[in-house]
Each structure stands twice: as structure tokens, then as C-alpha cells.
């Protein structure tokens, strides 16, 4: 089981940005796909973006444009550059690591804490 932690959320204005990092624990971090996730308030949570081992990436039709997901091998971690953020953003965002290409641990898997993110004036 990997461990996962988040930070880099936080309160922040309309149309201002941040990053999110997720850290992860282990050696088979280069072979899985990472993602995040979010959840607001009264609704299932999301899938937001996704990277693949091989860098190939997936976004939510909602933050295309405006978020960009990234991955730091030699570090284990995981980014979520977020920029000209909406109010309907706020959410409570989450890391995933899973397996779901050729060569990875289907036992390297899980999620973070989740990290609060407010967009508000």
C-alpha cells in the first residue's frame, strides 16, 4: 500500500491559482498512473486529471485550459498546476496512484488525505 500525502491547498480569489503536490511512498511509483480527484459539498467525487506512466494525459472537460497535471519520477510526486480558478472549483482534492498500464504493481495503490481547496473573494 503506498502512502500519499498532499499539500499546497488553501483559500485564494477568483481567477488566482495553485499547485498541488502529492508526495508518494515505495519504488513503483514510475510504473502506475497518478491522478486527482475532487469533491465537493454534496456531490460525488470527481475525476479531475490523469497521467500515465508513459506522460500521456486526461482531463476533465471542466478544467481543460486551466489545469495541467505533472509527475516528477526521480521525486515520487505528483503536481496540479491550477489556474484561473472558479468559485465552483472549492472542493476537497485528492491524489490517486493505481495500476492501470503494461509492467505496473497492482499492489501500488491508493489514495491521499485530500487537500481543501477554497476559490472565494
Known amino acids: 500500500q503506498v502512502q500519499l500525502v498532499e499539500s499546497g491547498g488553501g483559500l485564494v480569489q477568483p481567477g488566482g491559482s495553485l499547485r498541488l503536490s502529492c508526495a508518494a511512498s515505495?519504488?513503483?511509483?514510475?510504473?502506475?498512473?497518478v491522478g486527482w480527484y475532487r469533491q465537493a459539498p454534496g456531490k460525488q467525487r470527481e475525476q479531475v486529471a490523469t497521467i500515465t506512466s508513459g506522460g500521456g494525459t486526461n482531463y476533465a472537460d471542466s478544467v481543460k485550459g486551466r489545469f495541467t497535471i505533472s509527475r516528477d519520477n526521480a521525486k515520487n510526486t505528483m503536481y496540479l498546476q491550477m489556474n484561473s480558478l472558479k468559485p465552483e472549483d472549492t472542493a476537497v482534492y485528492y491524489c490517486r496512484v493505481w495500476c492501470a498500464d503494461f509492467g505496473c504493481n497492482p499492489a501500488y495503490s491508493g489514495w491521499g488525505q485530500g487537500t481543501q481547496v477554497t476559490v472565494s473573494s
Open positions: 515505495g519504488s513503483f511509483f514510475s510504473f502506475n498512473v
